[in-house]
């Protein structure tokens, strides 16, 4: 079974201008999560999406950044216009929602590392 | 406030010797626990997890770690350090009502191993 899948890996940019992170969750992963995470910190929650609706955007930046999940299945988190404090790790995770029980493991992609200069 | 924190951010210890990372968790119903780990340059993969069934619960790797009602805790350790384990580490709490699904995730301790 193939993993959460995301792309690029790295991205380089100046300040100001716009970025996007594609995400590729689990087959069959209901839930998927946009995470946010500094250098020497743990991941934080952007969104979380059930199939095609954002049901938890609290934490997500409004103003530059924006999120969509298309058909329930691939996501696309954009930054518009990027800030140098932007520069962090930006995690996908999926899981298969099963109600408030144990089974809703996140499973993880690698991450795309994003340097604003 | 329901929060999970996690002492040392900087675990350094020998091949062979015990390994304790800790973690502890604010709030007054026991959360799901989780532990996970994360390799340079990878996402984070699941250790182990508490569901409120054993307290003791083993995970991955050699990994264990014991729920504690009273301390609010949920220590990981690992009786004998091996190179491979050197990692970040991370501690993470879902608690219910609020935001199902929710995680909240500690600002994670590295492990260092030496030979």
């Known amino acids: 079974e193939a993993g959460v899948v995301q792309s690029p890996r790295y991205k380089i940019i100046e300040k100001k201008q716009p970025v996007a992170f594609w995400c590729n969750p689990i087959?069959?992963?209901?839930?998927l999560y946009w995470y946010l995470q500094n250098l020497g910190q743990g991941p934080e929650l952007l969104i979380r999406?059930?199939?095609?609706?954002?049901?938890?955007d609290s934490q997500l930046p409004k103003d530059r950044f924006s999120a969509e999940r298309l058909k329930g299945v691939d996501s696309t988190l954009k930054i518009q216009p990027a800030e140098l404090g932007d520069s962090a790790v930006y995690l996908c995770?999926?899981?298969?929602?099963?109600?408030?029980?144990?089974?809703?493991?996140?499973?993880f992609g690698p991450g795309t590392r994003l340097t604003v200069l | 406030a329901q929060s999970v924190t996690q002492l040392g951010s900087h675990v350094s210890v020998s091949e062979g010797a015990l390994v304790l990372l800790r973690c502890n968790y604010s709030?007054?119903?026991?959360?799901?626990l989780f532990w996970y780990v994360q390799y340079p340059n990878q996402g984070l993969q699941l250790l182990l997890k508490?569901?409120?069934?054993?307290?003791l619960v083993k995970g991955i790797n050699g990994f264990e770690a014991e729920f504690k009602k009273s301390e609010t805790s949920f220590h990981l350790t690992k009786p004998s350090a091996h190179m491979s384990d050197a990692a970040e580490y991370f501690c993470?709490?879902?608690?219910?009502?609020?935001?199902?699904?929710?995680?909240?995730f500690g600002k994670g301790t590295k492990l260092s191993v030496k030979p």
């Open positions: 993470a709490v879902r608690f219910y009502g609020g935001s199902q699904g929710n995680l909240i």
């Open positions: 999406y059930e199939n095609e609706e954002a049901v938890d």
């Open positions: 709030s007054s119903v026991p959360p799901y």
């Open positions: 508490y569901t409120s069934a054993a307290t």
């Open positions: 087959s069959g992963h209901n839930t």
């Open positions: 995770a999926s899981s298969r929602w099963r109600g408030d029980s144990e089974y809703n493991e996140q499973f």
